[in-house]
C-alpha cells in the first residue's frame, strides 16, 4: 500500500478539468525554468555523449538527461489518463497518478524539492511503467520518455537501504544473464521437486521470508530440465520458398524459463517461409536495466546486442517477449509482420488474450495478436474486462513491489476467471509469469501461453493445451529442421 501522502497532495477524480493542477507537494511554489536538454533515453545509442544542463536551483537531478522541461510542459493536465492508470486506479491519489508524477518532475527539476528522498522517490518507485497512460494521452506527452530519465537519476542519487540495494544486485546479477539464471534454476528445480517447496508452503514457513523474496518464490515456473538446458540451431531452413530472412532475439528470461516459446517462435517463421538465423553471443537486450534506471549497464547490452546482430544480414529482426521489444524498437529495430501463409488447423479451445502494457501501451500492438488468433479455426477469443490495465508484472515490479503487484494480479486473475477461458495466452514472458501466480493463488489452474505456441498448435496440428504452462506437457520439444 502507499505511504500516507507526506508531499501533501491531494486526491482528485478522474477527468479533472485542464485547468485543475495538480496540488504542489508541501505547498511549495513553482518557478518556471528556460532550460531544457534533450533526453537520451534508450533511444540515445545514436547520442553517445550526455547532452544535459538543469537550472541552477535544481536540487535533485543532474544534468544528464534529466526529464525533459518541454517534454513535461506538453502535459494540460487534463486527467484523461488516469482512469487507466493502475496505481491511480487502486489509491486515488494524485501523486500516483500520471499527472501528479509528471508535476513531481516538475517540482523537482525547478527547485522546489530539497531532496531526492524515499519521500518523492516512492511515487516513481511505485510507477509500473505500464504505459498506459502514453496510449490513453490525448496530447501526446511522452510519460514514458520521462519515467526513463526520472528513474536513471533517481537510480544515481537516491540512496536506498541496504537491503533494497542488495535485491536489487540480486535481482541485476540474475535476470539479464541466461548462464547464471540457469545455474540458479537449477538448486530452485530440486526445491520444487523435491517437495520442499510444498513442505515450506504448507507449514508457513515461507511467511518468514522478507516479502520481496516470498514474491520471488511465488513466481518459480515449473520449467523443465530439458526445456531449461535446450538450445536452438544457428539457423533454421525456411519450408517452400524462401520469403524473409529472420533473426531472431531469444530474450535473457525467455530461453531459460519459456525455451519453447522460442522452438515455437522458429517454427512458426519456419513454417511461413523464413530463414530463421538465431546468432550466438546474445544476451540481454539491455530492457530490465533501461526499465529500472540502470541506464548505463543498459546501454552496454543493447550495444552488444545491435554488433551481434550486425554480423547476420537479417531483413527482419523478431522478438517474442513484448518488454524486449518495446525497448528494441527503441533503438531502432526492425519489427515487422508477415502474411499469413501456413495452413491452420482448428483449435476448438476458448481463449483470454492478456495484452501485455508493452506490447498494447508502448508499442501500440493491440490488433495484430487478436487477428493472427481469430485466424485459428473454431477458437473462441474472449476479451478481459479492464484490458487495458496492467497485471501487475511490470518488469521487476512484482519483485520490487509486491503488495501492490499482488493487488493487481488478484484483479486481472478475476477478470480472466469471469471469462471462463480454458487458456489464456499473452505475449510477454513477465506476463505469464505473474498471470498463473496470481490463478494459483485464487485456486484456479487455467493453463498459460504464449500467443506464438497456441500459433504454433494451430499450424502444426498438434494438441494446444498440452503445451500450455500448469498442465503436463506434451511434444514439449519438437525440434526444428536445421539450415
Ligand atoms: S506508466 Fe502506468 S503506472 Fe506509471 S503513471 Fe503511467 S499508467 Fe500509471
Ligand atoms: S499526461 Fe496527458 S492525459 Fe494525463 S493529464 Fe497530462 S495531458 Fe492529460
Known amino acids: 500500500m502507499p505511504q500516507p501522502n507526506e508531499l501533501g497532495a491531494t486526491t482528485t477524480s478522474a477527468g479533472d478539468s485542464a485547468d485543475q493542477k495538480p496540488a504542489a507537494p508541501g505547498g511549495l511554489s513553482a518557478e518556471k525554468s528556460d532550460t531544457a536538454t534533450p533526453v537520451l533515453g534508450s533511444a540515445g545509442l545514436a547520442?553517445?555523449?550526455p547532452a544535459g544542463g538543469v537550472p541552477a536551483n535544481c536540487k535533485v537531478f543532474d544534468a544528464h538527461h534529466p526529464p525533459q522541461e518541454e517534454l513535461i510542459n506538453d502535459c494540460v493536465h487534463c486527467g484523461f489518463c488516469l482512469p487507466t492508470c493502475p496505481t491511480y486506479l487502486l489509491w486515488r491519489e494524485e501523486m500516483d497518478s500520471p499527472r501528479g508524477r509528471i508535476y513531481l518532475m516538475k517540482m523537482g527539476l525547478e527547485g522546489d524539492v530539497e531532496r531526492m528522498d524515499k519521500t518523492y522517490v516512492q511515487h516513481f518507485d511505485q510507477c509500473l511503467g505500464c504505459m498506459a497512460c502514453v496510449s490513453a494521452c490525448p496530447s501526446g506527452v511522452q510519460y514514458d520518455r520521462l519515467i526513463e530519465s526520472t528513474r536513471a537519476q533517481i537510480e544515481r542519487h537516491y540512496p536506498r537501504s541496504v537491503a533494497d540495494r542488495l535485491f536489487r544486485w540480486l535481482i541485476f546479477s540474475l535476470f539479464p544473464h541466461p548462464a547464471r539464471l540457469r545455474a540458479a534454476l537449477l538448486p530452485m528445480w530440486i526445491y520444487r521437486r523435491s517437495g520442499l517447496r510444498w513442505l515450506l508452503r504448507k507449514s508457513g514457513l515461507l511467511r518468514l521470508l522478507p516479502k520481496q523474496l516470498q514474491a520471488m518464490e511465488?513466481?518459480?515456473?515449473e520449467v523443465s530440465l530439458r526445456s531449461m538446458f535446450s538450445s536452438l540451431p544457428m539457423r533454421v531452413k525456411p519450408?517452400?520458398?524462401?520469403?524473409?530472412?529472420?533473426?531472431?532475439?531469444?530474450?535473457?528470461?525467455?530461453?531459460?524459463?519459456?525455451?519453447?516459446?522460442?522452438?515455437?517462435?522458429?517454427?512458426v517463421l519456419a513454417a511461413e517461409g523464413c530463414e530463421v538465423v538465431i546468432p550466438p553471443g546474445q544476451d540481454c537486450c539491455g530492457a530490465l536495466g533501461m526499465h529500472a534506471g540502470r541506464e548505463k549497464e543498459a546501454l552496454q547490452m543493447a550495444r552488444k546486442m545491435i554488433r551481434v546482430f550486425e554480423r547476420e544480414q537479417v531483413d527482419v529482426i523478431a522478438v517474442n517477449a513484448a518488454g524486449c521489444g518495446s525497448n528494441l524498437k527503441d533503438y531502432g529495430v526492425l519489427l515487422a509482420g508477415l502474411e499469413a501463409r501456413a495452413p491452420r488447423h482448428p483449435v476448438p479451445l476458448r481463449v483470454a488474450y492478456q495484452d501485455s502494457c508493452h506490447l498494447q501501451h508502448a508499442m501500440?500492438?493491440?490488433n495484430e495478436p487478436r487477428k493472427l488468433l481469430s485466424g485459428i479455426p473454431k477458437l473462441e477469443l474472449q476479451e478481459i474486462a479492464e484490458s487495458a490495465i496492467c497485471c501487475g508484472s511490470a518488469g521487476i515490479y512484482n519483485l520490487v513491489q509486491p503488495d501492490t503487484a499482488a493487488e493487481l494480479g488478484e484483479r486481472k486473475a478475476r477478470n480472466i476467471i469471469a471469462t471462463k477461458a480454458e487458456v489464456v495466452v499473452s505475449g510477454n514472458p513477465g506476463c505469464l509469469?505473474?498471470?498463473?501466480?496470481?490463478l494459483g493463488k485464487l485456486g484456479h489452474r487455467i493453463p498459460t501461453m504464449h500467443t506464438?505456441?497456441?500459433?504454433?498448435?494451430?499450424?502444426?496440428?498438434?494438441?494446444?493445451?498440452?503445451?500450455?504452462?500448469?498442465?503436463?506437457?506434451?511434444?514439449?520439444?519438437?525440434?526444428?529442421?536445421?539450415?
Open 47 to 49: 547520442s553517445p555523449e
Open 364 to 366: 501500440g500492438v493491440r
Open 218 to 221: 511465488s513466481l518459480l515456473p
Open 433 to 438: 509469469l505473474q498471470l498463473q501466480a496470481s
Open 452 to 483: 506464438i505456441q497456441l500459433l504454433d498448435a494451430s499450424i502444426s496440428g498438434t494438441p494446444a493445451a498440452g503445451k500450455a504452462n500448469g498442465r503436463r506437457r506434451q511434444n514439449q520439444q519438437r525440434p526444428v529442421s536445421k539450415g
Open 239 to 267: 519450408q517452400g520458398t524462401p520469403r524473409l530472412k529472420v533473426g531472431l532475439i531469444l530474450g535473457c528470461v525467455q530461453r531459460v524459463m519459456f525455451s519453447d516459446v522460442n522452438l515455437a517462435t522458429a517454427r
